[in-house]
């Protein structure tokens, strides 16, 4: 029969298991060197306790280059102890000792070198039959350097399902200042060299395609490698769009589009080429922003020579608030669809 059991700085211990099965009485194993306390940033000589955990207060880990002397100790109140193996994490035996008759003790130690920051792991695996131990040294890494957390946030349009480029996107960690950058062609923007904390993410697009802000926050507190990759599905607003039809020789250069709420008025623009239905296309604001959620009386007004007939005179739209719903959604506030004003008749006569 092959037990075998992993170890992480005490997890679990052959000591849980039935004498009936493993006829040892004692073990350990232990790593001692020079170790940094990612909690203070200390360096100390200490001697970890592999099995148990009793050791000094702190989180202790290798430090990258030293020479650690890796001792382990295996006593059974049988005489059937044949071997003790000291592996590395690929399995290879790195030192031993052996008994062909069997004995009650066998130890062994051996200097190990760590290539990085690692938290010590080890896994051992005992043999019935052959009274064999193996124990095996497995790094648990990297672990706690600043530069290994990074959020990478990839930002789409609803409407087209296509990368969004140019849309801000603001990292900050509670208690710092805001880091803000801008999506590329790919809709991606990246933030690297993270140190641990809380983080809310803020991402939007501004200017003449506004969109919901859109808020996230995450927990980036591992001491381990923390690749975070997120999306985000932001859907743009729309200004207020209708039509213009002209009859009895009226000229669309003397047409003009308004919007008011309250005491809010838009100017919007008007197409002076007609659309292949012989109609014109306005939109409110010219500028093409979004305007605000609410209901706005839309007009066309008429500077040109004649006696003039505008049929509706106005029409009420109503511009919903799409961001008021999904969680995370924040102002400004708009319309995820075209806000409809309908079809507006200049006749001139």
Known sequence: MILSITCLIGLMSLSSVSADFIPIQSFSVTASGLHRDVNS??????????????????????????SYTVAAN?????????????QDVNGNTIASATSQTGTTSLSVNTAITSSTNCKWHIELEYDHKTGEVKVKVVWDCPVDNTGQRAVDVTVLNEATGNPWSGCTVILQKTGGSPVSTQTDAQGKANFNNLARGEYTCTVYKGGSMASCKMV?????????????HDTYVISQHYSIQGKIALAGGASISYAQAHAQKGSTNLNGIINQTPDGDGKYLFIIPGAGAAPDPG??????????PGTITINPTSRTVTVPNNCSTGAGAQSPYGSHSIPDAGLFTITRS
């Open 41 to 66: 940033g200390t360096n100390q000589q200490v001697t970890l306790d592999l099995i148990y955990d009793q050791n000094p207060t702190g989180d202790w880990h290798t430090i990258s280059g030293q």
């Open 216 to 228: 996230r926050n995450y927990s980036l507190n591992t001491k381990r490698k923390t690749q975070l």
């Open 74 to 86: 295996f006593t059974s109140s049988q005489a059937t102890l044949k071997g003790l193996y000291l």
């Open 295 to 304: 209901d706005w009386t839309v007009t066309i007004t008429y500077s040109g």
